[in-house]
C-alpha cells in the first residue's frame, strides 16, 4: 500500500516535536533510505540509522559541506554520488508546498485491547524462538512494531506480504510465527 509506506516515517522515534517542514524531510530521507536498503539488501538501520534521519530533518543540509556536519552519517553520503541523492531528498522536502507537508499527530490513537495485546506478545515470543535458533537478537530479526503490524494485516484478512518495511528473508522467517503455525 502506498499510502503506509508513505507514512512509515511516523514510526521513529523522537519526532513528536518536528514541525510540518522537518516532517516532509523526514519523509523524504526516510524513503531515500528504504530504497538504499533494498537496493543495497541491508536492513534499513544498517544504511543510515533512524537517529541520522532525524539529525537530517532538523539540519535540512543544503550541500555536501552541511552533510559532513550530520552526525553519524555514515561516509559513503557524505560524498560522492550518493550525497548528491541524499541532497536532492532533502530538497524535495524542503520544496514540498506548505499544504502538502505532513502535519503533527496529535494522539498516539486508540490503545490495543487486552486480548489482543496478548497476542501481539505471544506473537513476539514465537519471534524471539526464531531469533534464538538464528543466534540473532529479536529486535534484529523484526522489531515489536514490525510483528504488530503483521499481525494488524493478519488479523484484519490483509496480505501480510504487503507489510511496509518488511524484507522477504524476514517474512520467510516469521511468517508461521505471526500466523501461530505450529513449528
Known amino acids: 500500500n502506498d499510502r503506509d509506506d508513505e507514512e512509515a516515517f511516523r514510526r521513529i522515534k523522537k519526532i513528536g516535536a518536528l514541525r510540518p517542514r522537518e516532517l516532509a524531510v523526514l519523509r523524504e530521507v526516510h524513503g531515500f533510505r528504504e530504497r538504499e536498503a533494498c537496493d543495497r539488501d541491508r536492513p534499513p538501520f544498517k544504511v ?95 522489531p515489536k512494531a514490525l510483528v504488530d503490524a503483521m499481525l494488524r494485516r493478519h488479523e484484519a484478512g490483509e496480505e501480510i506480504l504487503e507489510t511496509p518495511d518488511l524484507r522477504a528473508w524476514q517474512a520467510a522467517l516469521l511468517l508461521p510465527a505471526i500466523r501461530g503455525d505450529e513449528a
Open 48 to 142: 543510515i540509522g533512524n537517529e541520522t534521519l532525524v539529525e537530517l530533518a532538523r539540519r535540512m543540509p543544503r550541500d555536501v559541506r552541511a552533510l559532513a556536519d550530520v552526525p553519524r552519517l555514515p561516509r559513503r553520503y557524505a560524498s560522492g554520488r550518493s550525497a548528491h541523492a541524499l541532497l536532492a531528498a532533502v530538497q524535495r522536502g524542503v520544496e514540498l508546498p506548505e499544504d502538502d507537508c505532513p502535519q503533527r499527530r496529535r494522539s498516539r490513537g486508540e490503545r490495543p485491547d487486552r486480548e489482543y495485546e496478548g497476542r501481539l506478545r505471544e506473537a513476539c515470543v514465537r519471534r524471539d524462538g526464531v531469533a534464538e535458533e538464528l543466534g540473532l537478537e529479536p529486535s534484529v530479526l523484526a
